[in-house]
């Protein structure tokens, strides 16, 4: 036996216990000492794929993907890094909103644009100008509305699947709006917010509410009120682009 091959590491039927019961292929057997850590990384990844629990970097990149067309989506999922774990619904794949199923677990991603100047410029500043008048519940058309429509449909036809709501900016608002409507999980980056009090949102219908707002970022400035209402609110005070870019929280 060679000198690099000297030197091993037994991984035993216990150590993968818990890898196995969720990757059938995982093999107990002895491996050389240099090989480990690519063998591990391989172990890594799968856990990862089997995951229940959307990463924030995830969300994050699943909030960038919404601002491309409903054709370009699927080829923007590589270079995002989303494409091994997640799926388009081809059904609920259109201008304002994208619903990404996770591939190994029940998890269902309902993501929500924000403004897009080239994509809807009306329709979008219209929708950001109820939220500065803090006037973006009333009514019963407009983004707010159709996304919650959209999403509710959503949630009827996949009953038993965890929905979650994520969105950056406007879609960041319309994003909370939907979860505190429907009771469901939501993920709001950088949301645009009303400095007239806190949103104007109904009473919370149940789920966990999460509020990301980047250091001096006057858009979203605001939105650290909600911890008034039971959101919990992330400050990232580490910036790497500009305050208000969904890249900063990657």
């Known amino acids: 036996m060679t000198t690099e091959y000297k030197s091993t590491v037994q991984t035993t039927l216990a150590d993968r216990t818990s890898t196995r019961a969720r990757i059938p292929w995982a ?5 050389p000492v240099e090989a480990q850590g690519a063998y591990q990384a391989r172990i890594d990844r799968q856990e990862a794929a089997y995951r229940t629990e959307p ?17 370009k989506r699927h080829a923007e999922m590589q270079r995002l890094g989303l494409l091994e774990n997640y799926g388009i619904d081809a ?23 924000g403004t897009s100047l080239e994509r809807s410029p009306v329709q979008d500043l219209m929708s950001d100008a109820n939220i500065v008048a803090n006037t973006f519940n009333k009514g019963h058309f407009g983004r707010f509305q159709s996304s919650l429509v959209q999403t509710k449909q959503v949630m009827r036809k996949y009953k038993d699947r965890t929905i979650e709501n994520v969105g950056h900016s ?37 789920g966990q509410h999460h509020v990301y707002v980047t250091d001096k970022d006057w ?19 580490d ?12």
Request: hydrophobic share 30%; glycine share 8%.
């Open 219 to 237: 858009i979203s400035e605001a939105a650290k009120r909600e911890s008034s209402k039971g959101a919990i609110v992330h400050v990232n005070q």
């Open 91 to 113: 059904n609920h794949n259109m201008e304002s909103l994208v619903v990404l199923h996770h591939r190994h677990s029940k998890h269902t991603l309902v993501i929500h644009r």
């Open 239 to 250: 910036k790497v682009g500009r305050p208000h870019s969904i890249e900063n929280w990657y």
């Open 27 to 31: 093999p107990a057997y002895t491996q």
């Open 170 to 206: 406007l879609g960041g608002t319309t994003a909370h709006y939907v979860g505190m409507q429907t009771g469901t999980d939501s993920h709001a980056f950088n949301p645009g917010h009303s400095w007239i009090g806190t949103w104007n949102t109904p009473d919370n219908k149940g």
């Open 55 to 71: 990463t924030q970097s995830e969300r994050a990149h699943a909030a960038e993907l919404a601002y491309f067309a409903p054709e």
